[in-house]
T-cell receptor, first 113, second 111 residues
Framework: KAGVTQTPRYLIKTRGQQVTLSCSPISGHRSVSWYQQTPGQGLQFLFE???????NKGNFPGRFSGRQFSNSRSEMNVSTLELGDSALYLCASGVTGADGELFFGEGSRLTVL | LAKTTQPISMDSYEGQEVNITCSHN???????ITWYQQFPSQGPRFIIQGYKTKVTNEVASLFIPADRKSSTLSLPRVSLSDTAVYYCLVGDLRRNTPLVFGKGTRLSVIA
């Protein structure tokens, strides 16, 4: 069974640009969550989508957005990039999202210059 | 969401049993306790989950006392490959609330 796939794995952007990250969940999983991980703040929850609807949202500015497609694949977008957005962005999928067992991808490492 | 407190770091020699304790004094009746493991530059990986007493799987054991205000993750006979950050999380699985990761415990296994 294929795991959670995130693309791209690495990317470099400059301040003011925008970026779109993609996540393909495990087949059959309807919940997709996004997390941001930085050395200083650790793992922070961004948002969760379930059946194309945003079900939970973390405390991030509106520059961070996401969506989920009918096939459960998800994308997150960060607009007007800031240096502080440099981080590892992790996607996790789950059957229901609330069963405690999330399957994480390897992440997309974003560097903002 | 119940807040958790774990040691920031721990060191252990190969072959020893490692016990990582997590405090969650304000755990709610419906909360479960879940542990994740994270290696550098990888996403966290589910290790074990429990509600009370003891849970054991092929990787670890989870001990939860009767008052449930703490829990202990036990890793038997650790190896160098167990060097990772271990996160303790507490939450009500029925409420679809997102997992809240703390700082975790950085375990270093020494040869």
């Amino acid at each position: 069974k294929a795991g959670v796939t995130q693309t791209p794995r690495y990317l470099i952007k400059t301040r003011g640009q925008q970026v779109t990250l993609s996540c393909s969940p495990i087949s059959g999983h309807r919940s997709v969550s996004w997390y941001q991980q930085t050395p200083g703040q650790g793992l922070q929850f961004l948002f969760e989508y379930f059946s194309e609807t945003q079900r939970n949202k973390g405390n991030f500015p509106g520059r961070f957005s996401g969506r989920q497609f009918s096939n459960s694949r998800s994308e997150m977008n960060v607009s007007t990039l800031e240096l502080g957005d440099s981080a590892l962005y992790l996607c996790a999928s789950g059957v229901t999202g609330a069963d405690g067992e999330l399957f994480f991808g390897e992440g997309s490492r974003l560097t903002v210059l | 969401l119940a807040k958790t407190t774990q040691p920031i770091s721990m060191d252990s020699y190969e072959g020893q049993e490692v016990n990582i304790t997590c405090s969650h004094n304000n755990i709610a009746t419906n909360d479960y306790i879940t542990w994740y493991q994270q290696f550098p530059s990888q996403g966290p990986r589910f290790i074990i989950q429990g509600y009370k007493t003891k849970v054991t799987n092929e990787v670890a054991s989870l001990f939860i006392p009767a008052d449930r205000k703490s829990s202990t993750l036990s890793l038997p006979r650790v190896s160098l490959s167990d060097t990772a950050v271990y996160y303790c999380l507490v939450g009500d699985l029925r409420r679809n609330t997102p997992l809240v990761f703390g700082k975790g415990t950085r375990l270093s296994v020494i040869a």
